[in-house]
């Protein structure tokens, strides 16, 4: 390997360790908010990306009958547990957040129906059809289960993992998809090339950590999910809802994740199963912050991209096999040397 | 007259063991009543249950509603606050974070947060200067004076302080328990958990004992501090 091509597989390792990055922050997000271990978090990547593609081929994504499911669903069982308790006062708020919002952005795909649009109003759209699925799942499947051990949690998040990934296979088919490229601008430096696709995606990633940096160093809303994150019964004491913020956790790890299934789908083949892989190596990235710290989260999913992609060079068929299996020297390094995070959280809970 | 707050016959049960049976107690807007008794006999457990950390059994009602089917964030709009044995801060956030989030029921308020935020600096100098370190690493009562400071800003119409001077020096104690004096003369009413029986009899208004779980004594707080049972039992035979 000469130096060239050293830094060729730099770029490509830091543009994909971007992607890792915007997937793992928001792993970190609902983890520390909630406690899931949220698996089909890359699942939501692959249907943003996914349902881009359907726009750009002029077809009706199968999206919005997930969306229309859940919303369904969540409605039912809000409904129910208003009623049951006596608040009927708060059902019309419940209607607006469960039955409207969601349905604006179907609402958009029906009226447009299969014609084009600008680039960015498509890329909106996807983004907006997408962004309620996590927040409905996590009212359907995990707020009623706020109170059960981690372990726990991640079978249910792993089953609803296998639930909506089948899903996008009826709804998307078994075709790979790859979306128009959001940028064909090339820039040489030397004798390297670097691509504008590249660019944006470390661009990308790195305005969502400063916007996402701003946001719980700035803002009330911030604060308090960071309260939440450290202290469940303080935060109940002092009028914060667990449940309020485990929704807005999952909304803005939403984001995230939408953004970066729209800067993926450019530049890889994406199947209705391909959100999996990108999810379990962000996640190999956020181990390394042990789920909890932000900075090292992302720096951990940028090493994990510059790994994928020396290992690739070496030996492509080898790649995901070297990437996890550096997951085992990682939790070897953190149980030895971190405090056991879970333990402790779930000694609070007991007490 | 109704009540401010009135417990009635309540029970609270930490699986089959219950820890407290059958208590009753109320309060009248505008008094300090304090609960004094033994380790272990149900003290913490019946704040809990007032605010909605435990569920119970009986009736709470709070200014004319009854809190049952109030889940802890409404109670805590409604204008009750609990101050925890556990204090319960938020470790890795700033001293002024801590506080602002006290106010989080009532943040649109922005005016009046400002302003509660300068009464609770300057009731507390001491958090004043320290309003950028982390909670997690103040001393054992500076971090009871940012609990009680951060319960402050949710403006609370009924405080439920659980052992309040637990663990300070002698001087901080009279501080607290001036604070707390002080608390009632701006309307808050207080019910106020104690070991401290001495201090507290002396500032509140009434008093209940609870021992097993069960209240033992009940009186004026001026009347109990004289009564020969609790002199014995909670005041170490002087006062
Ligand atoms: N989570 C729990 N599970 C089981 N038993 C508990 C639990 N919490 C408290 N208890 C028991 O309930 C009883 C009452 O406890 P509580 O904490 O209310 O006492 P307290 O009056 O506040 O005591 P102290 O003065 O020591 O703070 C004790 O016997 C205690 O062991
Ligand atoms: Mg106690």
């Given at each position: 390997m000469n130096l060239e091509i050293a830094l060729l597989l730099a770029q490509d390792g830091i543009a994909n360790g971007a992607i890792y990055v915007l997937v793992a922050l928001g792993t970190v997000l609902i983890f520390t908010v909630t406690r899931v271990i949220f698996v089909p978090f890359g699942d939501i990547a692959a249907y943003a990306a996914l349902t881009l593609a359907s726009f750009q081929l002029e077809r009706t994504p199968g999206t919005i009958w997930l969306v229309m499911t859940l919303a369904g669903l969540a409605l039912a069982m809000e409904v129910y547990t208003l009623l049951r308790r006596g608040e009927a006062h708060r059902l019309p708020m419940a209607l607006?957040?469960?039955?409207?919002?969601?349905?604006?952005?179907?609402?958009?795909?029906?009226?447009?129906?299969?014609?084009?649009?600008?680039?960015?109003?498509?890329?909106?759209?996807?983004?907006?059809?997408?962004?309620?699925?996590?927040?409905?799942?996590?009212?359907?499947?995990?707020?009623?289960?706020?109170?059960?051990?981690?372990?726990?949690?991640?079978?249910?998040?792993?089953?609803?993992?296998?639930?909506?990934?089948?899903?996008?296979?009826?709804?998307?088919?078994?075709?790979?998809?790859?979306?128009?490229?959001?940028?064909?601008?090339?820039?040489?430096?030397?004798?390297?090339?670097?691509?504008?696709?590249?660019?944006?995606?470390?661009?990308?990633?790195?305005?969502?950590?400063?916007?996402?940096?701003?946001?719980?160093?700035?803002?009330?809303?911030?604060?308090?999910?960071?309260a939440t994150a450290i202290n469940r019964t303080?935060?109940?004491?002092?009028?914060?809802?667990?449940?309020?913020?485990?929704?807005?956790?999952?909304?803005?790890?939403?984001?995230?994740?939408?953004?970066?299934?729209?800067?993926?789908?450019?530049?890889?083949?994406?199947?209705?199963?391909?959100?999996?892989?990108?999810?379990?190596?962000?996640?190999?990235?956020?181990?390394?912050?042990?789920?909890?710290?932000?900075?090292?989260?992302?720096?951990?999913a940028v090493f994990v991209g510059l790994l994928e992609s020396y290992a690739s060079f070496w030996n492509s068929s080898l790649k995901e096999v070297v990437v996890f299996a550096s997951l085992i020297p990682v939790l070897l390094w953190r149980s030895l040397t971190f405090a056991h995070l879970e333990d402790e959280d779930e000694a609070e809970d007991a007490a | 007259m109704s009540a401010f707050l009135e417990i009635d016959d309540i029970h609270v049960a930490y699986g089959k063991m219950e820890a407290v049976r059958g208590v009753s107690l109320s309060l009248q807007a505008g008094q300090i009543v304090t609960v004094i008794g033994p380790n272990g006999a149900g003290k913490t457990t019946l704040l809990e249950a007032t605010i909605g950390l435990l569920p119970s059994r009986g009736r709470i009602v709070f200014d004319g509603i009854d809190l049952r089917r109030l889940e802890i964030e409404d109670r805590v709009a409604r204008g009750l606050c609990l101050v925890p044995e556990r204090r319960e801060l938020f470790g890795e956030l700033s001293v002024i974070d801590n506080l602002l989030l006290g106010a989080y029921a009532?943040?649109?308020?922005?005016?009046?947060?400002r302003q509660d935020l300068a009464t609770v600096f300057e009731r507390f100098a001491r958090l004043a200067e320290r309003r950028n370190q982390l909670a997690a690493t103040l001393s054992g009562g500076e971090r009871q004076m940012l609990a009680l400071g951060r319960a402050l800003m949710a403006r609370p119409r009924l405080l439920l302080l659980d052992e309040p001077s637990l663990g300070l020096a002698p001087l901080v104690v009279r501080e607290i328990f001036r604070i707390i004096a002080s608390l009632r003369s701006s309307g808050v009413s207080i019910l106020l958990v104690e070991q401290n029986a001495l201090a507290a009899l002396e500032t509140a208004d009434y008093a209940y004992v609870l021992e097993t779980g069960e209240i033992a004594h009940s009186g004026a707080a001026a009347a109990l501090m004289h009564d020969p049972k609790v002199v014995a039992t909670y005041l170490g035979g002087q006062a």
């Open positions: 607006l957040h469960y039955a409207v919002l969601p349905l604006i952005p179907i609402a958009a795909v029906w009226i447009v129906g299969g014609q084009r649009l600008p680039m960015a109003a498509e890329i909106a759209l996807a983004l907006a059809l997408v962004m309620p699925i996590a927040p409905l799942l996590y009212r359907i499947a995990f707020r009623p289960l706020a109170d059960a051990p981690v372990l726990v949690l991640l079978i249910v998040a792993l089953a609803v993992h296998f639930a909506i990934s089948g899903l996008a296979l009826l709804f998307f088919g078994p075709e790979g998809f790859r979306t128009e490229p959001l940028t064909r601008a090339m820039f040489t430096i030397g004798t390297i090339v670097i691509t504008g696709q590249s660019l944006l995606i470390v661009g990308a990633s790195i305005v969502f950590g400063l916007l996402l940096f701003l946001f719980f160093g700035r803002t009330m809303a911030g604060k308090a999910l960071r303080g935060a109940r004491l002092v009028g914060i809802r667990p449940a309020a913020a485990g929704e807005l956790a999952f909304l803005l790890a939403s984001v995230l994740a939408g953004t970066s299934g729209i800067l993926i789908g450019p530049v890889a083949t994406l199947y209705y199963d391909s959100g999996f892989i990108l999810g379990l190596k962000a996640f190999v990235g956020a181990i390394i912050g042990g789920l909890v710290s932000y900075p090292v989260a992302a720096l951990g | 009532r943040r649109r308020d922005r005016e009046g947060v």
